[in-house]
């Protein structure tokens, strides 16, 4: 890749990879420290990485810096616990937005991570596969029983209501 499909690569991916890292973050700043690193470990690459590839290997990058990140956070116990305690006692209020974000909240890191990427960003169960080093078995399975426990937070949300 050279210099000019770096820079377009950037253009094409950078919302969707702040998205999907925002969704696990959710913390902005966070968010952009991670989009900055991912695409400065990149550009380190550029030359050895195809064209074709570009997509994938920014994403599998993007996920193993929230990965390090987030191992770095749990240790030092950091990530904002405040922020998350306030949405449980909001999620009666029902704004679907932050029952959802609650629900994901609930999940295996895994899991939520190969959610996020098959049904926020839309990619294929392969593609997935390569972004997150599973197999595309694996991949269907932690979607499977993500989407199980989602369903049935949902279900008991609205017993409650």
Not at 20 to 25: G, M, N
Not at 57 to 70: I, K, R, S
Request: some cysteine; aromatic content about 10%; hydrophobic content about 40%.
């Amino acid at each position: 890749m050279n210099a000019k499909d770096y820079n377009n690569a950037i253009d094409q991916y950078a919302d969707n990879i702040f998205r999907f890292v925002l969704k696990h973050t959710r913390n902005k700043m966070l968010a952009d420290d991670i989009v900055q690193e991912t695409f400065a470990k990149v550009w380190e690459k550029h030359e050895d990485i195809q064209v074709e590839k570009a997509k994938s290997y920014l994403f599998t990058t993007a996920y193993h810096c929230l990965v390090d990140v987030m191992k770095k956070e749990a240790r030092s116990g950091t990530i904002d616990g405040i922020e998350r305690q306030g949405t449980q006692e909001n999620a009666h209020l029902f704004d679907i937005q932050k029952v959802l974000q609650e629900a994901l909240e609930r999940l295996p890191e895994i899991q939520k991570t190969v959610v996020l990427l098959r049904d926020y960003e839309g990619y294929h169960y392969d593609e997935i596969a390569e972004i997150t080093g599973l197999t595309e078995s694996q991949v269907k399975v932690y979607i499977f029983r993500a989407r199980q426990t989602l369903k049935t937070y949902l279900k008991d949300i609205e017993l409650v209501a």
